[in-house]
């Protein structure tokens, strides 16, 4: 089982769908973060958190340390968004675990 | 934010060469990095965690020798890919540590290097 599980693993939307992508992980955590990666493999770090809410333009994170969850939602979403997103935990120290992705699509 | 950078962001090599990827943090000193690997459509994996000053620590199953890494500044580590073979081709990915502001676990992704060796 991984430590850190992502859902759904493909998503599509149309433009203008609101999105949510969830993240659940089975270790403890000093951090959580969401990484977004466009094609071509770029990486380009989200958020960072370890308690509450953090809002960033279109993008919310969420994240709710007793029930181990995290939610990544996307409002008002574009073609410019579809990208693969990665959940990824620091459990302290060096060691960080990273969810298998969710690839979003938003078609025109 | 902070910053990191690589170079090259893309690389094609022949077969039994020697590719040197680089990781810089542009505006904060890092002293520790990370370098990860990724196959096609699987999650990230971490090769080695990088001290500047000192020998990198491998995970199990990464050969030291063939992937070398140095971190020869608080700003630059970088992981040459020695004799590189058809199955080394991947994506690499760099992360920095910032603890400059105390926080442990403020990294920051490199935007990732494409390796295809032929």
């Known amino acids: 089982k991984n430590e850190v599980e992502q859902s759904p693993q493909n998503l599509t939307a149309q433009e203008g769908e609101f999105i949510t992508i969830n993240c659940s992980y089975s270790?403890?955590?000093?951090?959580l973060h969401w990484l977004q990666q466009h094609p071509g493999g770029g990486i380009v770090s989200l958020f960072m958190l370890s308690s509450g809410k953090k809002k960033h333009g279109r993008l919310i994170a969420t994240i709710n340390i007793q029930e181990k969850h995290s939610s990544l939602h996307i409002t008002a979403s574009h073609p410019r968004d579809s990208a693969v997103y990665i959940c990824a935990v620091s459990s302290g120290g060096n060691q960080f675990y990273f969810g298998t992705g969710t690839s979003l699509t938003v078609i025109p | 934010g902070a910053v990191v950078s690589q170079h090259p962001s893309r690389v094609i090599c022949k077969s039994g060469t020697s590719v040197k990827i680089e990781c810089r943090s542009l505006?904060?000193?890092?002293?520790?990095m990370f370098w990860y690997r990724q196959f096609p459509k699987q999650s990230l994996m971490l090769m080695a965690t990088s001290n500047e000053g000192s020998k990198a620590t491998y995970e199990q199953g990464v050969e030291k020798d063939k992937f070398l890494i140095n971190h020869a500044s608080l700003t630059l580590s970088t992981l040459t890919v020695t004799s590189a073979h058809p199955e080394d081709s991947s994506f690499y990915i760099c992360?920095?540590?910032?603890?400059?502001?105390?926080?442990?676990?403020?990294?920051?992704f490199g935007p990732g290097t494409r390796l295809t060796v032929l």
């Open positions: 270790v403890g955590i000093s951090a």
């Open positions: 992360s920095a540590r910032d603890r400059s502001g105390g926080r442990t676990d403020t990294q920051y």
């Open positions: 505006d904060f000193q890092a002293t520790t």
